[in-house]
């Protein structure tokens, strides 16, 4: 599953490596791919998101891959599992 977290209101010469700006509508809005099936893109996501100062104001906390039974996940990921009734 991929992402994009968008932060707006934000100094683009205070932004970390790896956030794109972007202009729209006179708003500078800033923006980080992130991989929720690859842990280095988890950790660099989180390493430039830390760096902004900036804290989360919404989370979804639904994020999972789904593998069949004996299938494994990336070292530090773990994979959901159906449960059985």
Same mark, same amino acid.
């Given at each position: 599953m991929k992402l994009r977290l968008g932060l707006n209101d934000i100094d683009t010469r205070e932004l970390p490596s790896g956030f794109g700006p972007r202009t729209t509508a006179g708003d500078v809005v800033a923006g980080? /791919?992130?991989?929720? !099936? /690859?842990? +280095? !893109?988890? $950790? +660099?996501? !989180?390493?430039?998101?830390? +760096? @902004? &100062?900036r804290s989360v104001a919404m989370l979804i906390g639904n994020a999972a891959i789904m593998?069949? +039974? &004996? %299938? @494994?996940? %990336?070292? &530090?990921? $773990?994979?959901? $599992? $159906? *449960? &059985? *009734?």
């Open positions: 980080l /791919d992130l991989n929720l !099936s /690859d842990l +280095a !893109s988890v $950790r +660099a996501f !989180s390493a430039c998101f830390l +760096a @902004t &100062g593998a069949p +039974a &004996g %299938e @494994t996940a %990336e070292p &530090g990921l $773990r994979p959901a $599992r $159906r *449960r &059985g *009734r």
